[in-house]
């Protein structure tokens, strides 16, 4: 067999330049760019994060005597000018760098000299990431916790500004039963306050530091676990070095899911307007700026974004389907196989975010035909109201429903009272509950903001080395 190099555009052995775990040994080029991957481009939304993290743990070496007050002081201040470079977009991450703990690190010992050299004293590379993530977590959550809040507002504005603006209801997609344009509009709001309620448990489990777990096992050093939780502004220490290491992508995972289950609200809305805004139905029309043209019709407007962002909810599910894909069945304690969790992590963040604000601008802009809405209405929508008035007189409803199933089938029903709507118990078409949704949806932004001024509290204090 040849010994021959054939091909040494990837496989020359070079030296890189160092990464954390480096130990001066040869690598080769073609096996460090595999390994690399695309953290060079991912990790500069991990960078910022990194950066907090960073302060928090040498004002905890700090404070147990590890390192010297001194070092900790032009630590902070090296890592405060990069944490406004990595604000401003001005940092850039080199391949032979591998990922954003390597270039910070590098960009510290460039500013302070051997203060950078000690700032990775009792903490691992493995630590490090969790819990950049895990602040990445928590604040996208919380964006993206307000985008949702934002949906639920501009629809129950639109509920309340049609709330008698008179529509039918469907069932297999079958006209069913009198409805509204601020039933319809309510009930995605009301399902958006459900998500609302499902991000205080996803938040609290991203709500734990493991700052401190290293490798897995924890330092034999007294180093101070809750003060670096406490200076990041989480609720409590995630306890065990191992569980630490288990968990990542656990926590990333809970989070996609909540995001697969704001999606699958967003694609039935999306599919409701589709329907609604073509010419069989012509309840609503979208605005011109939210269609585009056809290539050769002249007379066509197609609703192209509705259609993107109702695909985008399904590709969020096959982004969702990937990171666990990657992330489960694997032994216990950290494997480089998490290294790919962070591209799909971060599609779906981003993708969410997205739909949330394209479909938030969407629902103000529409206009609403109260007249074909209306005469869309028929008789037969009122057959059950029929049924329950007989009922009202003292017959079984069993009885009452065969009668007026056979005057529909004979042409003979006349509804009782055409295009009202008599329902009254709370959820129904003239008991929309407005108030006690908006409620809802002001207890959530206030625990939004509270959220918000813990990061602006932690962003103003963490560089503090006094």
Avoid at 421 to 443: F, K, P, T, W
Wanted: hydrophobic residues 45%; contains cysteine.
């Amino acid at each position: 067999m040849s010994t021959v190099n054939d091909n040494p555009a990837i496989s020359d052995t070079e030296k890189v330049s160092s990464p954390l775990w480096a130990k001066d040994l040869p690598l080769d080029a073609a096996i460090h760019r595999f390994t690399v991957g695309r953290d060079p481009e991912l990790d500069l939304a991990l960078y910022g994060f990194d950066c907090i993290a960073s302060a928090a743990h040498v004002r905890m070496l700090a404070s147990v005597d590890l390192l010297a007050h001194s070092d900790a002081s032009a630590l902070l201040g090296a890592l405060q000018t990069q944490y406004a470079l990595s604000v401003s977009g001005a940092v850039r991450i080199e391949d032979s760098q591998e990922d954003c703990h390597t270039a910070l690190e590098a960009a510290l010992v460039a500013a302070t000299g051997e203060a950078g050299k000690r700032i990775h004293l009792a903490r691992s590379r493995n630590d490090q990431v969790l819990v950049a993530l895990r602040l990445y977590l928590r604040a996208h959550l919380n964006e993206l916790s307000a985008d949702v809040l934002a949906l639920a507002r501009v629809l129950a504005q639109f509920a309340d500004d049609f709330k008698t603006a008179a529509m039918p209801g469907y069932t297999h997609m079958r006209k069913a039963m009198p409805s509204s344009f601020g039933l319809w509009a309510a009930g995605y709001a009301e399902a958006l306050v459900e998500e609302l309620d499902a991000s205080v448990g996803v938040y609290a489990r991203i709500d734990r530091c493991p700052l401190g777990a290293a490798a897995g096992y924890g330092v034999p050093l007294p180093i101070d676990r809750a003060m670096t939780a406490q200076l990041l502004g989480f609720a409590k220490v995630q306890r065990a070095a191992t569980d630490c290491m288990n968990s990542r992508g656990r926590h990333e995972q809970a989070l996609l899911d909540w995001c697969v289950s704001v999606a699958n609200s967003l694609e039935k809305l999306l599919w409701d307007l589709s329907l609604f805004s073509t010419a069989e139905f012509g309840f609503l029309q979208l605005p011109d700026s939210y269609t585009t043209g056809s290539s050769i019709m002249p007379q066509k407007r197609n609703p192209d974004v509705i259609e993107l962002a109702r695909a985008k909810c399904r590709a969020l599910r096959g982004i969702s389907e990937t990171h666990r894909t990657i992330m489960t069945g694997l032994p216990g304690s950290y494997h480089r196989d998490f290294q790919l969790g962070k591209a799909p992590l971060m599609e779906g963040v981003q993708t969410l975010g997205e739909l949330l604000r394209v479909v938030t601008s969407l629902i103000p802009a529409l206009k609403v035909n109260q007249g074909a809405a209306k005469a869309a209405c028929t008789d037969e929508l009122y057959a059950a109201e029929a049924a329950y008035q007989l009922v009202a007189g003292g017959m079984a409803f069993r009885d009452a429903y065969r009668i007026i199933a056979a005057q529909v089938t004979a042409a003979t029903f006349v509804p009782p009272v055409q295009h009202e709507m008599s329902v009254g118990h709370i959820g129904s078409a003239s008991n929309l509950a407005l108030e006690q949704l908006s409620a809802e949806l002001d207890a959530h932004q206030q625990t939004l903001k509270r959220r918000g001024d813990c990061y602006q509290h932690i962003a103003r204090t963490i560089w503090d080395a006094s």
